[in-house]
């Protein structure tokens, strides 16, 4: 069976930020939030820029749309991801990310008006009990720091399903690479007075960061923003919504396994029950998803 090429697109996205939770745990010890979240995307748009110099531009009554784009998918999405990585665990933001498909959903219900079936209802309440059971998961230390911290990560995945309804619109008129790079350029100023005034806070930050955060910051440049923006946004120009979001629950694969390997996070029962739930409300989602009104959205 041939495979899509927008499919092997959103799929390396997914895993690539799967991956990104254990390693910009570890990268935010050393460098600070608003300051990571700038030097990404400043310079993965910097890298892109020269790559479609012919497809840069775009009308001027169109700024509020990529400004809404990057508002929801660079400036919320990273601060709430990253905030909420420092207040709590990285195996959390994994599982989390895996319910986009049902916030999808939800959000065709209130953007479109689409009637919600009896079967869909059951995916929705299914998958938030594994949201609720992950965000308020009793744990020996767990604190409520770390609850503040599962509900801004909870955010960000939000954040996600905004950018897309926002970003589906824009693909009517430009290509993904368009997208991608006014996402994340505008995304990158967004945060630049909130990293200088990091700077002036503490301008010796950098001399704390070794190898181990040179390599998140990369890793996070190279692979997170670049390659996975532009390959999440390529293939959500080429895909319906509801489709595209399905591959959200890979996510897990990746973020589970590097959080316990590098962050030595556990696999408790209850995240286990948590994960469960989220994955059994969107395998019955998946039953309604080709017949959902986002998916009449492709771009072809």
Same mark, same amino acid.
Request: net charge positive; hydrophobic share 60%.
């Given at each position: @069976? ?31 939030? !608003? ?5 990404? @995307? ?48 990285? $195996? ?11 916030? #999808? ?10 009637? &919600? ?26 604190? &409520? ?5 599962? $509900? ?9 399903? #905004? ?31 909130? #990293?200088?005034?990091?700077? !002036? ?21 190279? !692979?997170?923003? &670049?390659? #996975? ?42 995240? $286990? ?9 969107? !395998? ?17």
């Amino acid at each position: @069976m041939k495979i899509k090429p927008a499919y092997v697109l959103i799929i390396t996205s997914v895993l690539i930020w799967g991956a990104t939770p254990a390693i910009m745990k570890l990268t935010l010890a050393q460098i600070p939030v !608003f300051s990571l979240a700038f030097l990404r @995307m400043a310079i993965a748009s910097l890298i892109m820029a020269p790559l479609i110099t012919k497809q840069i531009k775009f009308k001027k009554e169109d700024f509020l749309m990529f400004f809404l784009s990057a508002f929801f998918g660079v400036t919320l999405n990273l601060s709430f991801f990253f905030i909420g990585l420092k207040l709590s665990f990285a $195996i959390n933001a994994a599982l989390l990310i895996a319910a986009v498909p049902i916030f #999808a959903l939800l959000a065709g219900h209130i953007y479109l008006k689409e009637k &919600l079936t009896s079967k869909i209802i059951l995916a929705s309440v299914l998958a938030l009990a594994g949201v609720v059971i992950i965000i308020g998961r009793p744990t020996p230390g767990s604190t &409520l720091t770390h609850f503040i911290g599962n $509900i801004l990560l909870l955010l960000a995945s939000l954040a996600v399903v #905004a950018q897309e309804l926002v970003a589906k619109k824009l693909f009517r008129k430009y290509s993904g690479e368009t997208v991608a790079f006014h996402t994340m350029a505008i995304g990158a100023a967004t945060f630049a007075p909130l #990293a200088l005034w990091e700077y !002036f806070a503490n301008p010796t930050w950098f001399q704390g960061v070794n190898l181990v955060g040179v390599s998140g910051l990369i890793y996070g440049i190279l !692979f997170a923003s &670049l390659i #996975a923006y532009w390959a999440w946004l390529k293939g959500l120009s080429k895909l319906p919504l509801g489709e595209a979001s399905f591959f959200f629950y890979l996510d897990p694969i990746t973020g589970v396994a590097l959080a316990v390997v590098l962050l030595g996070e556990k696999l408790t029962p209850t995240l $286990i029950l948590g994960g469960i739930l989220i994955a059994i409300g969107v !395998f019955l989602a998946e039953q309604k998803r080709r017949n959902h009104p986002l998916l009449k959205d492709a771009v072809n």
